[in-house]
Nanobody
Framework: QVQLVESGGGLVQPGDSLTLACTAS????????IAWFRQTPGREREGVAS???????YYGDFAKGRFTASRDNAKGTVSLEMNSLEPEDTAVYYC????????????????WGRGTQVTVSS
């Protein structure tokens, strides 16, 4: 069974940086579009970034200029570098595998990790 595992979450202060990693077994990362989403209680899951097979990334508006997503197919990981973090970035961050490049719609992704908590607070 395909598994995605997120790591790297934690508590940081406003303005700090944090890098999340999504690791998958086998060929999951190499053969799939991998996206990052985030969710806070009472709100719908929100698309952060989608990394296509060739490495091109698409971002949600709030992530442009602050977040960078990249993939390392050899290591089977997709990273999300987050800079200039704000309290509004506090959420559970999930990675997901799908087949459609450039889409940040949760329904387009069939396999999900369990998420990692990111808390931005002073």
């Amino acid at each position: 069974q395909v598994q995605l595992v997120e790591s790297g979450g934690g508590l940081v202060q406003p303005g700090d940086s944090l890098t999340l990693a999504c690791t998958a077994s086998g060929s999951t990362v190499r053969d799939n579009v991998i996206a990052w989403f985030r969710q806070t209680p009472g709100r719908e899951r929100e698309g952060v970034a989608s990394v296509c097979l060739g490495g091109r990334a698409y971002y949600g508006d709030f992530a442009k200029g602050r977040f960078t997503a990249s993939r390392d197919n050899a290591k089977g990981t997709v990273s999300l570098e987050m800079n200039s973090l704000e309290p509004e970035d506090t959420a559970v961050y999930y990675c997901a595998a799908g087949s459609t490049c450039g889409v940040l719609e949760p329904l387009q992704y069939s396999t999900w990790g369990r998420g990692t908590q990111v808390t931005v607070s002073s």
